[in-house]
């Protein structure tokens, strides 16, 4: 991997990092979330005027992505309401892997060599240690259950992506009309849940939302320039950098409590999803 290609990845665990922080910080994560999901559909629906809607073929794993996300951001929402982004972030990006790999096991028969098996054991004690982070046992714990149910959700909807990718052909329909409808269901529910606190909160949060979703659409856009120009395991396992940046922006600038033990176990995390990409070479 040159340098380019490696300055361009930390660039996008960067923004990824950093747009989960924006929606953690202030406010409240269920109407940031939603408001990230319209910016990112706002930004992507022009574009879906020249590129053309993906083949029939492709439509029913987009729609099981879009439907994933809409768990995606309730799950998450909840987990920032219920804990800190140095806790949730690690557990959620962190077990989204080794779930990936058990679901591709399961539905398309990919196995793991055995250094994979290993390093998914090792992200398993790093999640376990970063969950006792705390005054007892599991400290935390509430947020925990849905960072964890959210991994297994990222799990989905990275398998629903990969084969609708394949289905389409071409990945650019695919990845355009994704995100033109992704963030849509779950602004509907935050509007029909929380109509006036939402249209309160847009004269407020538009512009970190605005600049929230911007990041994410660039980590995005990042991390596939990079894959289209240095092995896919390679640049996967260099992006979950963003597991230790995201624990470190929680303890550092949001001052949450924990800070060496927890940066200390994301970075254990992610240790093991690296060994676990590149065991994916061999």
């Not at 073929?57 to 996300?69: E, I, K, N, R």
Request: proline share 7%.
């Amino acid at each position: 991997m040159d340098a380019t290609v490696f300055a361009v990845v930390i660039t996008a665990a960067v923004l990824h990092a950093s747009w989960n922080a924006l929606v953690k910080t202030g406010g409240e994560p269920e109407l940031r979330l939603a408001l990230v999901g319209l910016a990112i559909s706002a930004m992507t629906i022009p574009f879906c005027l020249f590129v053309p809607p993906p083949p029939a073929a492709a439509w029913p794993w987009l729609l099981g992505s879009v439907a994933s996300h809409l768990a995606y951001y309730e799950l998450l929402a909840r987990a920032y309401r219920l804990g800190d982004l140095s806790q949730v972030y690690p557990v959620t990006r962190g077990l989204a892997p080794p779930a990936a790999a058990l679901l591709a096991w399961i539905i398309i028969g990919e196995t793991l060599e055995p250094a994979g098996i290993v390093s998914v054991v090792v992200i398993g004690f790093g999640i376990v240690a970063l969950a006792a982070t705390g005054p007892g046992l599991m400290a935390g714990r509430h947020a925990l259950v849905p960072a964890v149910m959210n991994a297994c959700v990222i799990a989905i909807y990275s398998i629903c992506d990969g084969m609708g990718a394949r289905a389409a052909g071409d990945a650019l329909p695919y990845v355009v009309w994704l995100f033109a409808l992704d963030g849509l269901p779950f602004a509907a529910l935050v509007l029909l849940r929380r109509r006036n606190a939402l249209l309160h909160a847009v004269p407020v949060l538009w512009k970190p939302v605005t600049m929230a979703g911007a990041m994410s659409l660039t980590a995005y856009g990042l991390v596939i320039w990079a894959m289209a120009r240095a092995p896919i395991a390679y640049v996967s396992a260099l992006r979950e950098t963003s597991v230790v940046l995201a624990a470190w922006m929680g303890t550092r600038l949001l001052r949450e409590p924990f800070g060496g033990r927890r940066i200390a176990c994301a970075a254990l995390v992610a240790l093991g999803v690296a060994a676990l990409q590149l065991s994916r070479t061999h």
